[in-house]
């Protein structure tokens, strides 16, 4: 099978102009068809206090209501994927900017109201994405680049969390490609030592994750994430880095972040 | 050859919710491959309006400085874009949005600096269309929906006339399919008196076109409007078309619009 890597990048890079170019050029230069995905940053919230739509907070969850909605697919799918796209094709990759509702690639569900009503936010579950059309595109040659707005086929677009899109994606190609998924975020991986910038745990087994866990390497916010990795992990995936995007190009040698394997 | 359908639609249709879904709805019907080109609308005013940005008139020109471009390309290539994708993915339409920078699709030059500087508008060129890879996306089942956004190639987006897209595209494509622009306006097309509904001019031969002018038939906006559709047939399109949204159903019975032939 054919090697893909989907790579998410965050707000961290987006936002500083200088990362995100450098990013872009260590993306081009990685070797096999990938896919790019990426979230918002500040820049929403900023166009938000410039409209005067405040962020809507409920029991410290943001609510995606219609205005909010509006401001991000602005965003996201017009401001930051078009620059994206027009500076990727400038590196030499031949980009290609979408949501999930283009080509049907992701087709996501309102999530129900329970005891929060979070608006027009969308889960996604196996069925969400199509990998068929993905292929297509990457058999044209083409480098997907998609951001963190879905829809759900009956004309509505949802705001959808682009690591939950990163996954769902990565899953669904397995079944076509040798998948690598990976998250670039603020740290360089899993730290032995939060203090320590030398303490990176190279490789985590999945039998070695409750070990990890009971000894406090793992912890926080950090425990969903490399149970999410697990999981996309179990479903197909070859494996999850997770890592510094300015690192990036040290994936080759197998040494980006903390690289989760099965 | 197979026949491909290069639509254009403009502010008057865009900016209504009502004849948008009656559009989206008779588009969808239309067989054949098609392509849809968008123009923007009163949304990307208002919201200049909104955030302070004026619009910048030079000799009654509206020139596209940077922060105007940002606004065209949040509206255009998102907001505007992707509802229409999502609307059309629910009609049935397997629609893909895209900007000219997406898979390179149109690549244009910042219009030169004479009397006027117009900021960041692409002109286009024979070389722009990157036929191929529209052609990809057409076998793949997808339909483009493409906005009034290009790129240079370096990184740069610039505001696009969407009317000359569509026309670059039906020249650009006519070398694989056998080609039908469709330009879609207020008025039902080319009238013999325009206090008459009933005058319509149901056909004009290139042969004709100098008469017509002579008569007064056509006159004003009008004449650079066919010239260009004229261009167009010249440089391989089937035929040019130019009506109302509203009656595109009867296209079917050549029966929409004045049509313009060789």
Chains 1, 2 share one sequence.
Do not use: W
């Amino acid at each position: 099978m054919k090697t893909l890597s989907i790579i998410k990048i965050g707000g961290n890079v987006i936002d500083n102009s200088e990362k995100l170019n450098q990013f872009l050029l260590d993306f081009t230069a990685l070797p096999g068809d990938k896919i790019l995905i990426h979230g918002g940053g500040k820049i929403a919230t900023e166009l938000g206090v410039s409209l005067g739509v405040e962020a809507k907070m409920v029991e410290g969850r943001r609510i995606t209501d219609i205005e909010t909605l509006r401001i991000v697919t602005m965003v996201y799918a017009g401001l930051i994927n078009k620059n994206m796209v027009a500076q990727l094709q400038a590196k030499g990759s031949n980009a290609i900017g979408l949501t999930g509702a283009d080509g049907n690639i992701i087709k996501a569900v309102k999530r129900p109201v329970k005891d929060i009503d979070y608006g027009f936010v969308g889960d996604l579950d196996e069925s969400s994405v199509s990998s068929d059309t993905l292929d297509s595109l990457l058999k044209a040659g083409l480098v997907p680049v998609l951001c963190a707005i879905t829809h759900d086929g009956e004309s509505q677009l949802l705001n959808t969390n682009a690591d939950t899109i990163a996954s769902a994606v990565a899953v669904a190609m397995s079944s076509l490609y040798d998948t690598s998924l990976i998250y670039c975020f603020e740290k360089r991986g899993v730290m032995r030592d939060i203090d320590d910038d030398q303490s990176l745990v190279p490789v985590i087994r999945m039998g070695e994750f409750e070990t990890l866990k009971n000894e406090g390497v793992v912890s926080g916010g950090m425990i969903p994430k490399l149970h999410n990795a697990f999981e996309a992990i179990k479903s197909g995936v070859n494996a999850v880095y997770i890592g510094k995007a300015d690192e990036l190009p040290q994936i080759d040698q197998q040494n980006f972040g903390t690289r989760l394997i099965r």
